[in-house]
């Protein structure tokens, strides 16, 4: 029966994908308009900056504070989650962090920047946990990989294109940073709409750096090297443009071409991983990436616009997917129980690379210009690839074949949503 009907609807029979699909339509439309938000904002920040007078450094230092802000955000969400509930806790987040975006149109000190970049840091963690928990409890074993895919695809698609946006305002004006409060404040209208009853509050998640470095050094050391690597490069990408010449617009799509590529290369990637061990896909992607840094150098001196652009969407398909692999590594090694720990370490991890990498990537450009960014880049993903590489020599692994899913580096609740969770999951419930 449905809704009271004396009989069955024969004929308008609704799939299990589509049934499950409503179940988490409010969250994945709010995290897209969220994530459309925060793309546009992660472009407007550095441009703004710049054009103020602010150093590549103190632009820097704003990143670092996001990073900050982030992983503690990470760690308080289960809390805050627990004590007000899902709803309310997205309504405040979101309602917080649009207040602190009209907040940075009078922010014109270094500290300033730092304080609302690192806040926004903080409410965006949360929230990303909020809906990560959410979709994980509301997903469906048989259709689990699909509902993943449907909001893995639609917030990066968000994320992806909303630093077009940057073209239809002007930077030294405050009217952009008010269309990033509005699309945040429209984030809570699907939520607040939603009649779907609220998933079980999340757990916190018990932080094991030391124990899962002695049992998969790869993935913890790949996703250090990713936040160090990878947090300067999208932070500063646009001033990196700027500082080669580039308009305002074409500035702003290479985020758009770094997203791009990441999204591109996810499951060519990941169908690759399954087939060997993880770690020669790592090394790979790593070595892969210190020749595109040298390549986006070389473009950007030729003075070659239409190449860079090229260069930065494959850059971002070799290094915005590695830490993906290194998240199904790590899982393929501990057992089932252990996986929202192991995610929840490996973010941890991440964080403290996003943490220090702005610093060090600003302070190479500041040295060396705006090719120190990439000249920095490449070392470190030379380094991971050394590392790796040694790893492989000493220990030997047999192919994953465990299943890759795409796990961003959000929150550990979204740990809940790769293949081995639920075996874990039904395991249990036997």
């Known amino acids: ?133 959410w979709i994980s409890a509301s997903a469906t074993s048989r259709h689990r990989g699909q509902m993943l895919s449907v909001y893995m695809i639609s917030t990066k698609v968000a994320l992806m294109l909303s630093p077009l946006g940057i073209s239809l305002g002007d930077i030294r004006s405050d009217g952009l940073f008010m269309a990033v409060n509005a699309i945040i404040t429209l984030s809570l209208l699907p939520i607040a709409a939603t009649a779907t009853r609220e998933p079980p509050a999340p757990h916190g998640v018990r932080i094991a750096v030391r124990r899962l470095f002695s049992l998969a050094p790869t993935a913890v050391v790949g996703v250090f090297a990713v936040g160090l690597m990878n947090g300067p490069v999208v932070a500063i990408a646009p001033v990196f443009g700027i500082g080669m010449g580039l308009s305002q617009d074409k500035a702003a799509g290479l985020i758009f071409a770094l997203q791009a590529g990441s999204l591109v290369m996810q499951w060519p990637l990941g169908w690759l991983s399954d087939r060997t061990d993880r770690r020669y896909v790592i090394a790979g992607l790593a070595a892969g990436t210190s020749l595109l840094s040298g390549l986006i150098i070389l473009t950007s001196a030729m003075g070659a616009q239409g190449l860079v652009l090229w260069s930065f969407a494959a850059w971002g398909g070799l290094a915005l997917c590695i830490y993906s692999v290194c998240v199904a590594h790590a899982c393929d090694i501990v057992e089932p129980g252990q996986i929202v720990s192991t995610v929840g370490t490996l973010l941890f991890s991440w964080a403290a690379g996003v943490t220090i990498g702005p610093l060090l990537g600003a302070g190479a450009m500041e040295l060396i210009g705006p090719k120190g960014l990439f000249i920095y880049a490449a070392a470190v993903s030379l380094l991971l690839t050394a590392f790796v590489l040694v790893r492989i020599a000493r220990v030997r692994r047999p192919a994953a074949g465990r299943g890759f899913a795409i796990v961003v580096p959000t929150s550990s609740a979204s740990a809940a949503l790769t293949p081995r969770a639920e075996t874990a999951a039904s395991e249990a419930g036997r």
Request: proline share 5%; charged share 5%; aromatic share 10%.
């Open 1 to 133: 029966m449905l809704y009271g009907a004396p009989f069955p609807l024969r004929h308008s029979p609704i799939s299990p994908l589509k049934s499950s699909l409503a179940l988490i339509w409010a969250v994945t439309a709010a995290t897209t308009l969220l994530q459309a938000g925060n793309g546009l904002l992660q472009v407007l920040m550095p441009l703004r900056m710049q054009g103020e007078g602010f150093s590549v450094s103190a632009i820097g230092l704003v990143a670092t504070a996001y990073g900050i802000g982030f992983s503690t955000g990470c760690f308080i969400a289960p809390a805050f989650i627990r004590h007000v509930g899902y709803i309310r806790a997205f309504a405040c987040l979101a309602a917080i962090t649009g207040v602190t975006v009209l907040g940075m149109t009078h922010a014109h000190s270094t500290l300033a920047w730092i304080l609302l970049r690192g806040f926004t840091g903080v409410t965006l963690a949360c929230i990303f946990t909020l809906a990560d928990s």
